[in-house]
């Protein structure tokens, strides 16, 4: 009879590892038995030799043999899924493999399973994505390893029949997925960061950037550490601040140095610094007065703020085109053109430039509801009414985070507005509850959660976890150094107070549910006045028949906009006193 019983972890003599070695070779032995011999067609004989190897894996995951164990069960799994054609078989393979990958970088084992992953991806599950990701990450990872060359053949492979129209479906297809609001108690997907991490790619750097503000975000294709320190330089070598990110590669398409020469960053440059350490360096060209790190999930990534500190000067005797923003080289919006002086510019009025970021769009359809009303639409709808009625009535500039059906991360759109130097922030949501008798209206600004409900709003709105939104509050106060809260606050008032007054003359039971406080990652550094408004419950039958009717939408357009002019009205009287028009 085969001896299975595995050691105990805590065993490290010699003898014990000789033991484990032994264990292993018994086990592959019996696994050669079942594969060479009939007894190989029982279930219950492939499931003794995953015990057996599971048993070494667990027993002793620091012996060389842990890896060879993983593997094993990998292709018995794959296996028993040729045979009893089972997803869970098959899912048992892939986290086999996927351990393997993770926890054990630097084995020669780990770019073969990535090969397999790949090749189960593409042939078994039909998710090409994943297929790319996998081979993507041998070529990444494991540029002069022996499967690169097949992988890079591979991964060509599938990008082709991507491109090439399939005779049949996909089994799962990528597609917009609906936020399904859920109580604040049950996490809406599992906490990645307290999760095992192998080791992450660093991908290409952006920034935003113009000589007061830099937002640089640097994402990883997995939760990473890190530490990040400044250098007090001289003339010769000026202050550098950088971050040292751990467990990590820099991916090859990764752009070593970023020339950014805004006045306050001259560039930043991003190097392996040791196996295991990639270092983002930024060096500066000003005094930098504060600086912040923080981190957002899926994908994760590390948001580095950098402001200077000089004082801004008189904002309506700066030209345009000093204000001009690096954003990804990219279009943000035909709104982002500069415009010819305005009347409330040439006034010298303290509010002329306003961002409106209507929430979610792209493959962020944000909430929906059951007859496929999506948020992304909704709010696209309502931000360019508002964004036509402030220009008009205003005459402020507008800009707008988003024009079109288009994804955006969250980070970007205050980045935007930063970059920009926008004198207020206004994003605009439709909200959901799982309780479908909530209704009414209610606007936030940035700030600790004031209740539950809060809470898993703003998990709902960050496309994140509970448990990562209690992480944010932990970090909140020291990102909020820079905020304008009392501003927020009345800015908020204003809308909030507007919208249900003005909406309750034509429709019945606008509910105020007020001013509140959330962890909005779509605020966070925001260096104006910054709130976001949810317009309305989807997740309402009433109010989604509204949120249907142009009418009500021309209405609470109407209202936010009358709310910002109540504001932009009050700063023009502040402005008035400081700078005296003559009449
Ligand atoms: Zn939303």
Redesign the pocket.
């Known amino acids: 009879m085969l001896l299975l019983l595995a050691t105990p972890a805590w065993s490290k003599s010699e003898s014990d590892q000789d033991d484990i070695a032994r264990q292993y070779e018994q086990a592959k032995a019996y696994y050669q038995d079942l594969v060479t011999h009939d007894k190989g067609k029982d279930r219950n004989s492939w499931l003794t030799s995953v015990t057996a190897f599971r048993s070494i894996y667990k027993a002793a995951p620091d012996h060389q043999v842990a890896p060879k164990s993983l593997f094993m069960l990998g292709k018995i799994f794959q296996t028993m899924f040729s045979q009893s054609g089972k997803a869970h078989d098959l899912d048992q393979a892939i986290s086999a493999y996927e351990e393997l990958s993770s926890r054990y970088p630097g084995n020669t084992l780990a770019d073969d399973a990535f090969f397999i992953l790949g090749d189960i991806f593409r042939s078994d599950k039909k998710d090409p994505g994943k297929a790319a990701r996998a081979y993507a990450k041998i070529i990444a990872i494991y540029p002069e390893g022996d499967m690169a060359a097949a992988a890079q053949e591979r991964l060509l492979q599938v990008k082709h029949a991507a491109t090439t129209p399939s005779p049949l479906p996909a089994k799962e297809e990528i597609r917009e997925k609906c936020i399904i609001p859920q109580a604040v108690d049950e996490p809406q997907q599992k906490d990645l960061a307290g999760e095992k991490t192998g080791m992450a790619t660093v991908l290409p750097i952006h920034h935003w950037s113009n000589k007061r503000y830099t937002r640089l975000v640097v994402e990883t294709t997995g939760p990473v550490t890190f530490k990040h320190q400044t250098l007090t330089g001289n003339e010769a070598s000026p202050r550098r601040i950088y971050i040292d990110l751990h467990n990590c590669r820099l991916s090859p398409e990764s752009i070593k140095t970023i020339p950014i020469e805004d006045g306050l960053l001259r560039r930043v440059r991003n190097a392996q610094f040791d196996p295991q350490t990639v270092r983002v360096v930024l060096d500066t060209q000003t005094n930098i007065s504060n600086y912040k790190v923080f981190t957002l999930a899926d994908p994760f990534r590390v948001v580095i703020d950098v402001m200077s500190n000089d004082a801004p000067p008189e904002k309506a005797k700066e030209p345009d085109d000093k204000r001009k923003a690096t954003t990804r080289g990219k279009k943000v919006s035909p709104a982002n053109k500069a415009q010819s002086p305005t009347l409330a510019r040439q006034l010298e009025l303290g509010i002329k430039r306003i961002v409106i970021d209507p ?2 769009g792209g493959k962020d359809p ?2 929906c509801s059951p007859s496929g009303l999506k ?1 992304k639409d909704i709010v696209l709808d309502v931000a360019l009414r508002v964004a036509k009625i402030i220009r008009e009535k205003l005459g402020c500039e507008v800009i707008l985070t988003r024009d079109r059906d288009v994804f955006i991360p969250l980070e970007e759109r205050t980045a935007i507005a930063n970059a920009k130097e926008a004198d207020l922030f206004l994003s605009i ?2 909200n959901a509850a799982p309780n479908h008798d909530a209704h009414g209206i209610e606007t936030y600004v940035l700030d600790l959660a004031s209740n539950k409900d809060a809470m898993r709003l703003a998990a709902m ?1 960050n496309a994140t976890s509970a448990k990562q939104i209690s992480d944010l509050q932990a970090i909140l106060l020291d990102l909020m150094q820079n905020s304008k809260i009392n501003e927020s606050l009345k800015l908020a008032g204003l809308v909030q107070d507007k919208m249900v007054s003005g909406l309750n003359q034509k429709f019945s039971d606008v509910s105020n549910l007020g001013v509140k406080k959330a962890p909005f990652v779509v605020l966070i550094g925001a260096q104006m006045p910054a709130i976001l408004t949810e317009i309305a419950f989807l997740s309402n039958p009433e109010e989604e028949k509204r949120l249907r009717n142009e009418a009500y939408l021309a209405e609470v357009a109407n209202h936010i906009s009358g709310g910002v002019a109540q504001y932009v009205e009050s700063m023009r009287l502040v402005a008035n006193y400081r700078h005296p028009i003559s009449r």
């Open positions: 929430g979610h944000g909430t948020e949501h439709v709105e």
